[in-house]
């Protein structure tokens, strides 16, 4: 099946949802109080957040230049020019997207919860965009690796922001949005026949849990104990679960052709 008509739909949802989130988290007095009481749902110890902000310290404009290296690499090796043009699309196009978003575009109206506004989140689209451009320079067999990785890193990224007090839940989504639907155009700038990475939808749900059980790991806990066990639970939940559906989605996505 051509990729085409998949990935338009893909890209309609991936832009759909990022507004949504805008104009509910970002552009309204009561998803902005949601937004701020979940990001305040999980507590970490000085030992846990020190972890977290150096994982976080690492991802930069550096680990961007690395992986476009590395598509490059990858994509000369197997002589397909096509897929480094798409991986060098996503992961430039994402990037700067997010920036010109969050400090351009984008405003956060006052309703007394601060003006300054973090969506979408940068690190995250740093990752989530490395593992976009990724799958589409491997070969088809070793994607749902990559998804799975990838998951795992996206999920720990996301969380580590809103635990450090960086990010609200919405900027991880929101930057999620934005990276799949870059990811929709550098899909078709490769072109080609949608791959049938069914074990990829596996590994990503794996790569989803294991970063909930990494942070737990760490030392992240409810911010109310016990008592709030449940709305830090649902919102860990929630985050790790975006990041296994678009991740995922960037893997059903990938294209295959006659490429070795």
């Known amino acids: 099946m051509p990729v085409t008509a998949p990935t338009l739909l893909v890209a309609v949802i991936a832009v759909t949802v990022f507004v949504a989130i805008v104009r509910i988290a970002l552009w309204s007095p009561s998803g902005q109080s949601a ?6 749902t999980v507590v970490a110890g000085r030992d846990a957040r020190l972890a977290l902000l150096s994982v976080l310290g690492r991802v930069s404009v550096w680990s961007v230049a690395t992986v476009a290296a590395a598509c490059l690499l990858v994509a000369a090796a ?7 043009l798409g991986a060098l699309v996503v992961l430039c196009g994402a990037n700067v997207t997010t920036q010109a978003l969050k400090h351009t575009v984008l405003d956060r109206p006052d309703f007394g919860l601060g003006v300054h506004n973090s969506l979408p989140s940068g690190h995250v689209t740093v990752v989530a965009a490395s593992v976009g451009a990724l799958l589409l320079v491997v070969p088809p067999a070793v994607r749902p690796a990559v998804a799975g990785i990838g998951t795992f890193a996206t999920g720990m990224t996301g969380l580590s922001t809103i635990v450090a007090g960086w990010h609200r839940p919405a900027d991880v989504a929101a930057a999620l949005a934005v990276v799949v639907a870059w990811t929709c155009v550098g899909v078709l700038v490769h072109g080609g026949r949608r791959g049938r990475a069914r074990s990829a939808f596996l590994t990503s749900v794996s790569g989803g849990v294991a970063s909930l059980v990494a942070i737990v790991l760490v030392g992240v806990r409810p911010v109310d104990g016990l008592a709030g066990f449940v709305e830090a639970s649902l919102v860990l939940g929630a985050v790790a679960l975006t990041s296994v559906l678009a991740i995922w989605a960037m893997a059903w996505l990938g294209p295959i052709d006659d490429q070795p």
């Open 78 to 84: 197997r002589r397909h020019g096509r897929a480094a």
């Open 35 to 40: 937004d701020d009481r979940a990001m305040l």
